[in-house]
């Protein structure tokens, strides 16, 4: 079925000027390019968006990361867009992803892993609202 996620190609992957090589590769998996903002998150967006984890350790890590610099939000069109992403993501901590995926390629360790992919359709259509609220999409 088509579907729509969301990605976010995180600070440390703009610093490390490869946002054109996230954004590639997922052309070359088959992604259309629905929506795309670059935004340096406020502290509240961040907040905001990763709140499921406020009681963890490293929320307050994870928020001072996101907000370091300038974030790509993509919302990404194809068949099976949200498992897909995920397996072109790859896990969570970059040292344990493999090369082919874009944490293994472009990813440092567990917090500076290059892109976030929504985790269910539920989430996705949430995420996607919250960067781009009222869009009709073509
Ligand atoms: P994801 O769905 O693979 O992005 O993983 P989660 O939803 O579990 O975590 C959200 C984000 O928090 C991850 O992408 C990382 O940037 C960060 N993160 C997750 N686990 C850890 C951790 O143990 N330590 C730190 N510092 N950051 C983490």
Do not use: W
């Not at 795309?36 to 490293?58: I, K, N, P």
């Not at 993501?89 to 500076?112: C, H, V, W, Y």
């Amino acid at each position: 079925m088509r579907q729509r996620t969301l990605t976010i190609i995180k600070p440390d992957a703009m610093r490390n000027r490869v946002e054109g090589h996230i954004l590639q590769r997922l052309l070359d998996e088959g992604f259309e390019l629905k929506g795309l903002r670059m935004l340096h998150l406020a502290e509240s967006q961040a907040e905001g968006f990763y709140a499921v984890h406020r009681e963890r350790s490293f929320y307050p890590e994870l928020v001072r990361f996101m907000t370091s610099g300038p974030v790509i939000v993509a919302c990404l069109e194809r068949e099976d867009a949200v498992a897909h992403l995920r397996k072109v993501m790859g896990p969570t901590d970059s040292t344990k992803a493999p090369q082919q995926t874009l944490r293994g390629q472009f990813g440092t360790n567990i917090q500076e892993n290059a892109v976030h992919g929504s985790d269910s359709p539920e989430n996705a259509a949430n995420e996607i609202k919250f960067f781009f609220p009222g869009a009709k999409f073509d």
